[in-house]
C-alpha cells in the first residue's frame, strides 16, 4: 500500500508540474480568436481541457501582466455589467504568431504517427 501512495503522489507532483507549465499555451490559445476578460479565459480554460486544468483568477492576471508588458497580449476597456469597466484581453499580432510557431514545434509533434503509435501502446 505505500508503493501505491508514493506512486500516486509522484503523479501528482508530476501532473502539477505539467500543467504549471501549459498554462501559458492554454491561456493564449483562449483569446486566440476573441477577446475575453479574466473570468472568462478561466472558464475557456477549464472547458477546453475538460476540466483537467483549473486556474486561480492571480494566475492569470500575472501572466497577462507579464505578457502585456512583452507585448504578445494587449487589452481594452468595455464596460462592465454593473461595476467598473473590465479589461478584455487579445493577442496581438506578435502573440499571434508567437502561438501559432509553438504549436507548430510542440503541439504537432503529438499528430505524428510515430508518437500516435507510441501512444496508443502506452495507454492499451
Known sequence: MVKQDYEIELLN??????????????????????????EEIQESIKELTNGYIDCEHQSIYRSLRKFHKLEIVDFELK??????????????????????????????????????????????
Open 79 to 124: 464596460p462592465g455589467h454593473k461595476g467598473p469597466d473590465r479589461k478584455y484581453y487579445f493577442l496581438t499580432k506578435l502573440g499571434k504568431k508567437l502561438l501559432q510557431e509553438f504549436t507548430e514545434r510542440n503541439i504537432n509533434i503529438f499528430y505524428d504517427t510515430k508518437i500516435k503509435n507510441l501512444l496508443k501502446e502506452i495507454t492499451l
Open 13 to 38: 507532483t508530476w501532473e502539477e508540474t505539467y500543467k504549471k507549465g501549459q498554462l501559458s499555451f492554454w491561456m493564449l490559445l483562449s483569446i486566440h480568436s476573441q477577446s475575453r476578460y479574466v
